[in-house]
């Protein structure tokens, strides 16, 4: 029945449903014809969402969203290329650093591709920097906006596995430093092949000037992650706490911000929000359904049957990962796979924190590679540039990323 409910799971995607309908008919029908009481089915929509974690969501969410509407993604653009504009290709590098900066806000890869590019695709066609590797760098750095904490991904994987948000968020650093350090190279590798200008002479007066304006922006993630490791509160009143610090610094700092904006970006966040829950609600179903039917015991079973290898199982793990994130969108795809995955990688020895890091990091390549690839999307939005150019340009930064997923999986002091 396993089989079966795949199929449909599949048709129903080529059919064109959105994600979490195509989760929903398919497991509807499966336990229907096994006779299940579709009483089950409303049950386990509502646990799926049923926790106290997943509040920090919306929270996150808007926290990004009303950090990007504002002039805070700006400031933190000119304070990046106050730092290392004066290099050569000094503005890639600089879209590689506003994009770690942002990530430390926003928790989520879209709205750091969009922040980010929206406020530097003008000036780096200024400057005469290749539009579609501009593009693609400007999309692979968003990647870093789901491992760097806050990171919403890491929130649903922790509500799934019953793991600490606290260290999850904590695990994301250095691999998120890894990842922008990997991108900044491939950028200077082709700055000096292209011969792209230098920028702005380094100043120390124009970084203290940046540094200032831009400080109540990189005070968001202080307050964030230096609240929750410190234990003044959980990650879901620390996603409160920065919503209203959000909403006081747009309106009353940099009033940057109108009511009439307010209300729209609300909106938007309600709507990403809605779209989430469902894809959590439906995608426990199919969990509970998996479970049930004992496929992740069964999973482990036949893969240890074949060979007990630990690096083996974790490179066709990872192999699972990243074909999966090709193919569907990051939440659903991390929902779907952490209850089958999870049972397999602990018996060869992975921690769930571990192992937490290696799907939100694969998953996270996921956002480049089409035909899902939301940030290409975005970064093709934002620079009116074919999607095909910008998939062109993505490989270098792509395998770069891999890499780094690699080094997460076999170096689990990366974490």
């Keep these: 029945m396993t089989g079966v409910l795949f199929l449909l799971f599949l048709l129903f995607m080529l059919l064109g449903l959105p994600i ?32 106290f974690a997943l509040v920090a969501v919306p929270m996150f969410i808007l926290t990004g969203d009303l950090m990007a509407q504002g002039k805070i993604s700006e400031k933190l653009v000119n304070f990046a290329d106050a730092l290392f504009g004066f290099l050569k290709g000094g503005l890639a590098i600089v879209s590689v650093m506003a994009g770690m900066f942002f990530a430390a806000i926003s928790g989520s890869g879209a709205a750091t591709t969009a922040a980010v590019g929206s406020t ?11 539009p579609a590797s501009s593009a693609s760098l400007i999309a692979a750095s968003g990647t870093i906006g789901v491992v760097i904490p806050p990171s919403v991904p890491m929130i649903i994987y922790a509500v799934i596995a019953q793991e600490s948000v606290a ?4 695990s994301g650093f250095l691999p998120g430093l890894a990842m922008g350090i990997g991108l900044m190279m491939i950028a ?7 011969n792209y200008p230098k920028g702005t002479p380094l100043s120390l007066r124009t970084i203290w000037v940046t540094l200032r304006s831009a400080s109540w922006g ?3 993630p202080v307050i964030i992650l230096g609240g929750i490791f410190s234990g003044i509160f959980t990650p879901s009143e620390a996603a409160v706490v920065a919503v209203n610090y959000a ?22 966040s309600a709507m990403t929000t809605s779209v989430i829950m469902l894809v959590i609600a439906m995608s426990a179903v199919l969990s509970w359904t998996l479970s049930s039917w004992q496929v992740p015991s069964q999973l482990a079973a036949t893969v240890l049957s074949y060979s007990s290898n630990p690096y083996m199982i974790m490179l066709l793990v990872v192999a699972v990962i990243l074909i999966t994130g090709i193919f569907i969108e990051t939440a659903s795809a991390l929902i779907i796979l952490t209850p089958v995955l999870l049972p397999l990688v602990t018996q060869i020895g992975i921690d769930p924190i571990h192992f937490g890091l290696i799907i939100v990091v694969g998953l996270a390549i996921g956002m480049i590679t089409p035909p899902v690839a939301i940030n290409l999307y975005v970064a093709s939005s934002v620079t009116q540039l074919p999607l095909e150019q910008i998939t062109r340009a993505i490989i270098p930064y792509l395998l770069v990323l891999i890499g780094v997923l690699m080094l997460v999986v076999y170096l689990p002091m990366m974490i």
């Excluded at 530097?120 to 400057?127: D, G, I, N, Q, T």
Aim: hydrophobic fraction near 50%; charged fraction near 15%.
């Design 167 to 170: 260290k999850l968020f904590l």
């Design 218 to 220: 990189l005070m968001t």
């Design 20 to 51: 979490a309908f195509a989760i929903g008919a398919s497991t509807l029908i499966a336990l229907h014809a096994q006779g299940v009481p579709l009483m089950v089915v409303t049950q386990q929509m509502f646990q799926g969402i049923n926790s």
């Design 188 to 194: 200077i590798i082709q700055a000096y092949r292209r």
């Design 120 to 130: 530097l695709v003008p000036e780096l066609k200024r400057k005469g920097y290749d």
């Design 247 to 268: 909403l006081i610094v747009s309106l009353f700092i940099y009033r940057d911000l109108t009511l009439r904006q307010i209300y729209t970006i609300l909106l938007r």
